[in-house]
C-alpha cells in the first residue's frame, strides 16, 4: 500500500520504529515533534493519515486536534499515548481519532491500524468537550486495563448491548457507568438492579412493574426498571442467577423493545440500553440448560471481560492512592503509604480484587496510628497474608517451612519480619520460577502468579540477569 504518513512524535527511538516498520508496507513518512511544525505541515500539504503522540514539546497533542480538524477534515487520526487512563482514552475517542494506541503498543498491531485508516475505513464521531480524569470511575494504567478502555470508547457511539463478565470486586458496575457517563445517553438515568438480590417471585415485578391488584400485596401500581431507565442505562448485575421465567421475559424485552407490567395487558415501547453483568461462566450454564442460549447471543453483542487485580498488580499503587484521596474526602484521617507498604500490597493474593483493596486501604485509614504507613504498621494491622501472589503454600518442604528454618537462624528484629521475610526470599523465589522455566519470564510470570511487567521490574531491581538460566537450544 502507499500513501504519506505524518508522524508527530518527540522520541527518536519511537519514530525510528514506526518509521521503519510502515516504509515496508510501502508507505513514505514525514516527521515532526511539536505542534507547531504539525501545523505548518498541514497547511502546506496533504497527508494519507496522522500519528500523534499527545505530550509534545509545545503542548497537548490532542486538546488541540481541533485545529487538524479545520485542516484536514477526512485524515484519520492515530493517537499515541503513554499517558494511559481512561480519560486519555475517551478524549482520543471524543476527538475523532481512528485508533488510540497505549504505549508501549504492538508494532503490528499499529501497522495495521495504519493500513486500514489509509484504506478509507475511519469513523466520524462527534467532538465534545472531555471531563477531568479524576471523574472517570475506573482507575488504572497496566496493558489490562488498556484492553479495557479501548473496548469502552469503541461503544461510546452506539447503543450496542454489553455484557460485561469477570471475578466479584472487579469493577463491573464501574464499567456501565463509565459507557454511560461518557456516551450518548449520559442526560438519560442510569439504573441498576442486582438481579441477584431480589426474590424469585418479584423479578418479573422489579423490571417490568405492575398493575394494583396484579398478586397479593400489589396494593398500587408499580413502575419497574426499565420504565424507570427509559431514555437512559439499565444495568442488570449478575444476570447468571436469573430466574429462567425472567430470562424468557427479558429475551422478549429485548427482541421487542416492549414490556408489559405483571398483570397489565397494554404493551408499553420502552428505549433502554441494556448493560448486563455476571461473575459466572455462563457457557456450562447454558449447557446444563440453566441460562437460555439466545439470550446469551442478545446480551453479548460487545463483551467486555474484566481482569482480576493480580493480573494488573502494577495498578495497586495508582489504586491505592486514589482511595487514600476517596476516604480523605470521606471524613478519614489523611494518610500516605511509604513503598515499603506498597510493595507488601502488591504481594497479597486480592481475593476480593479492587472491592477489597478499597476496604484495605479504608481500614488503614482508620487504624493507622502515624500519617505515613510503612510496612510494619501495615503488616500491624491487616495480618499476614498467607497466600502470597506466587501461589505458595505452607506444608512440609514449601514456603512455610523454608520460613521456619529462615526464622530460626536470622531471628529478625521484633516488628521487622514481614520486611525482612521479603528481602530474604522474594530473589531466590524469582531465580527459582526462571530455572523451572528456563529463563522465560513470560512462563516464569503466570507461574509466580504476577504480572510480566512487574516481574521484569523486579528482575531488574534485584539485579537477577535471566539469560543465566537459558537452556541450551
Known sequence: MSGTILLVEDDSAIVAVITAALEDEGFAILRCASIAERDALLFERDFDAMLTDVMLEDGDGLASLSS???AAPDMPVI??????TLDTAVRASEGDAFEYFPKPFDLDELVRAVVQAVGGRAASTDISEPGPEESMPLVGRSPAMQGVYRMITRVLRNDLTVLVTGESGTGKELVAEAIHQLGARRTGPFVAVNTAAIPRELIESELFGHEKGAFTGAIAQAIGKFEQANGGTLFLDEIGDMPAEAQTRLLRALQSGRIRRVGGRQEIAVNVRIIAATNRDLAPMIAAGEFREDLFYRLNVVPIELPPLRERREDIEVLSQHFLAQAAED???????????IEALEQR?????????????YRLCLMAREDLIDAVSLT???GEDTAF???QGGGEGGIGAALDQWLAKEVPASGTVYAAALAAFEKPLIEHALGVTGGNQ????????INRNTLRKRINELGIVPDRFARPA
Open 349 to 361: 493474593a486480592w481475593r476480593g480484587n479492587v472491592r477489597e483493596l478499597r476496604n484495605v486501604i
Open 68 to 70: 487538524v480538524r479545520s
Open 79 to 84: 493517537v499515541l499515548s503513554a499517558q494511559n
Open 442 to 449: 513470560v512462563r516464569a510470570a503466570k507461574l509466580l502468579g
Open 380 to 382: 500491624d494491622i491487616l
Open 389 to 391: 501472589a506466587a501461589g
Open 331 to 341: 471524613g478519614l484521617p489523611r494518610r500516605q503509604l511509604a513503598h515499603g507498604a
